[in-house]
């Protein structure tokens, strides 16, 4: 089973998610932002259907937050989607 991390980071201006990840083979990447974890979560998820296509791709997408924000009162310490 693959998978990927990308950085999650706070967007300042827009008090949103910006999140990406870097091909190590220098044939690009994915960066995508939502205005919430739950948009951003979506958001992840189109860019690397997309970015894999034709499958296979990444089976599991952990998630490196930066920053630690709250969400409805607990702090997350990792989230892994799976596609």
């Not at 870097?22 to 979506?42: R, V």
Request: aromatic share 8%.
């Amino acid at each position: 089973m693959k998978e990927m991390t990308l950085t999650v980071t706070l967007c300042v201006e827009t008090g949103g998610f910006v999140d990406g990840w870097q091909e190590t083979s220098d044939l690009g990447g994915i960066t995508t932002k939502g205005d919430s974890f739950a948009e951003l979560d979506a958001m992840i998820t189109d860019a690397v259907e997309g970015y894999f296509e034709p499958p296979p791709r990444q089976q599991k997408v952990r998630l490196h937050i930066i920053e630690n924000p709250t969400f409805s009162g607990s702090i997350p310490v990792l989230v892994i989607c799976t596609l």
